[in-house]
């Protein structure tokens, strides 16, 4: 829905910052929504040691809608970028 506040998610890079492979998930959650199948964007994503990846995107995000990361031992960093609109 694009009535009242929301944020389109237009980009995610992900950095695994370590010499070896990692994977991590990502999920769009609700305020009150815990990760599932049901709302992940990626889910057991493989990234390769000392690789960054862009994933590019166009997710609409109700008010009160987070991103989630699931970071297997802390060895990718995240960074994401969009546009939040205001009703």
Known sequence: STSGSYTILRN???????SGATTCDIH????????????AILKGFTI???ETISYDASI?????YKVHVVNA???????MSGVEYSA
């Open 60 to 64: 609409v995000l109700d008010a009160g």
């Open 73 to 79: 031992n802390n060895k990718c960093t995240f960074t």
């Open 48 to 50: 390769s040691a000392n």
């Open 12 to 18: 995610i890079n992900i950095c695994n910052v370590t």
């Open 28 to 39: 769009i959650l609700s305020a009150s929504g815990t990760p599932g199948n049901n709302n």
